[in-house]
Nanobody, 129 residues
Framework: VQLQASGGGLVQAGGSLRLSCVAS????????IGWFRQVPGKGREGISC????????YYADSVKGRFIISRDNNKNTVWLQMNSLKPNDTAVYYC???????????????????????WGLGTQVTVSS
């Protein structure tokens, strides 16, 4: 099982980046995919999730209205379009196959509960002020 995130980089505040997550080694089309980010010394934050059929999309409050998640099951790929980036979006971003996405109205924290615990190297996003 492999999921590799890419597309990170250095961008000024207010700018945009599009992250890609390419998966292999499992039946991608049956699994929700989550995006997570982590800053050194801090815990992992679940920020977005898309269900297998793309019917359900979840965004943490910290990114809601700025980030857009999408997927193409024919390409085993999930994207995260990040707009209006802020310095506190700076982190290493990872994608992972999860067991489910938070339902609409969910107000807790989005924690990883997936079956594989496969994270890849992640992609660094740095937003300058």
């Amino acid at each position: 099982v492999q999921l590799q995130a890419s597309g990170g980089g250095l961008v000024q505040a207010g700018g945009s980046l599009r992250l890609s997550c390419v998966a292999s080694g499992f039946a991608f089309k049956y699994y929700p995919i989550g995006w997570f980010r982590q800053v050194p010394g801090k815990g992992r934050e679940g920020i977005s999730c898309i269900s297998a059929s793309s019917e359900t999309k979840y965004y943490a409050d910290s990114v809601k209205g700025r980030f857009i998640i999408s997927r193409d099951n024919n390409k085993n790929t999930v994207w995260l379009q990040m707009n209006s980036l802020k310095p506190n979006d700076t982190a290493v971003y990872y994608c992972a196959a999860d067991s489910g996405c938070p339902v609409p109205g969910f107000s807790g924290t989005f924690d990883y509960t997936g079956p594989f615990d496969a994270w890849g190297l992640g992609t660094q996003v740095t937003v300058s002020s």
